[in-house]
C-alpha cells in the first residue's frame, strides 16, 4: 500500500520524468511520440515490482532499465548523464529530482552499514 505522501512523491517524480523526456525530445530533434512510448515503458518497468514501489527503490529500477529509447542505444541513464555533461537549463530542472532520490538512496544505504575496527 502507497501512503499518501509516497504517491505524492511518484507524481512529482514521473512528472519530473515526462518533462525531462520532452525537454530531450526538444533539444535532440527527436519524435514526440517516440518520447511519450518511451516514458510509458519506463513508467511501466518501474511499477512491475509492487511489493516495493518507494521513490528511491522506483529511481533505481529506472537508473538501470534496460529499456532504450526508440530508434536508439540510448538507456535512460545515458540520457540522464548526457544531459548532465551538457548541462542545459532546460533539462537540468528535472534531472535534480532524480539526483535527490539518489541522494537519499546513498544516505539510506550508509545508515544500513556496520564498520567493525
Known amino acids: 500500500k ?3 505522501g ?3 512523491k511518484h507524481r ?3 512528472s519530473a520524468l515526462r518533462k525531462f523526456i520532452e525537454a530531450y525530445v526538444k533539444s535532440e530533434d527527436k ?3 517516440d518520447g511519450e512510448d518511451f516514458f510509458k515503458e519506463l513508467q511501466k518497468e518501474a511499477f512491475q515490482n509492487k511489493s516495493n514501489v518507494e521513490p528511491v527503490a522506483l ?3 529506472l ?7 526508440p530508434g536508439t542505444d540510448r538507456k535512460l541513464s545515458f540520457v540522464l548523464n548526457e544531459a548532465i555533461r551538457k548541462d542545459k537549463v532546460e533539462e537540468m530542472e528535472f534531472v535534480t529530482v532524480f539526483a535527490r532520490e539518489f541522494a537519499a538512496l546513498r544516505v539510506a544505504r550508509n545508515a544500513l552499514t556496520t564498520f567493525f575496527p
Open 2 to 4: 502507497v501512503d499518501k
Open 63 to 69: 537508473w538501470t532499465s534496460t529499456i532504450q529509447f
Open 6 to 8: 509516497e504517491s505524492l
Open 31 to 33: 519524435d514526440k511520440q
Open 12 to 14: 512529482d517524480q514521473f
Open 59 to 61: 529511481t533505481q529500477r
